[in-house]
């Protein structure tokens, strides 16, 4: 198994067709991880970035992650947590953000500094899923680990982090989560709060949320019927 995620395209500038259709991929999969189940609502945001670029789109604040569409993103500079506007200013020598639509002056979601500081950990990283999935949650709450019991669990969680609790929206939250990823893990538990799923496509990020979930259920489900302790970690496969 191997991701079938784009292969990293230049860095472009702000008015670029291509960057700009992050916003729509981000958009569909949060229309997806509602349909799955993994979020009610508005729990959660998410944001990409082109390969080393130093500007992202963010979810909105306060927006339904099933009903996102390109004004929902706000637009900001990873180096400094600038929102850029129409006409803003970018690095020297790629002009300045073009006209564009947003939703009366959109603030970012409150969890920004949680992608911001990821994304300036982990220069790889060019695409972070925020979600608030309850089996993740309830486990967490009840001190247990998820198991990673079968071959995808392996393949695309690989291990799972844990963050101590910080009240969401922090920079102690933030830097806590980027600190976390520097040892290359790509999906974590925030403590009594949610998850933060890692990856270098929005499609690669969907996937290890989708297969962290369903971890989390298997993982749970075994705790109900009285034979979790038997169980045992799937290994990653051979390589990766």
């Known amino acids: 198994m191997t991701s079938t995620g784009p292969a990293s395209p230049p860095r472009l500038d702000a008015g670029s067709d291509d960057e700009r259709d992050l916003r729509d991929e981000l958009a569909e999969g949060g229309a997806a991880v509602v349909r799955a189940g993994l979020v009610v609502g508005s729990g959660g945001n998410l944001s990409a970035r082109l390969s080393g670029a130093d500007t992202c789109w963010v979810t909105g604040a306060g ?9 929902s993103f706000v637009r900001m500079r990873i180096s400094d947590g600038a929102v850029l506007r129409s006409g803003d200013a970018l690095p020297a020598g790629i002009g300045t953000v073009p006209a564009m639509r947003h939703s009366a002056d959109l603030p970012p979601s409150s969890e920004f500094a949680l992608h ?123 390589g990766a």
């Open 63 to 71: 927006t339904w992650l099933d009903r996102l569409s390109r004004p």
């Open 116 to 238: 911001l500081a990821t994304y300036r950990a982990r220069p790889d990283v060019t695409a972070i899923i925020h979600l608030h999935p309850q089996t993740a949650l309830l486990l967490d709450a009840l001190g247990e680990r998820i198991r990673l019991l079968t071959t995808d669990h392996a393949f695309y969680v690989r291990r799972v982090g844990v963050v101590p609790f910080h009240a969401p929206g922090t920079s102690e939250l933030a830097e806590a989560a980027a600190l976390a990823a520097t040892d290359g893990t790509n999906c974590f538990v925030l403590s009594r709060h949610g998850c933060s799923v890692l990856a270098d496509s929005v499609e690669l990020a969907l996937k290890r949320a989708y297969n962290l979930e369903e971890a989390a259920q298997l993982t749970y489900r075994a705790l109900a019927l009285g034979r979790l302790a038997g169980l045992t970690d799937q290994p990653p496969p051979a």
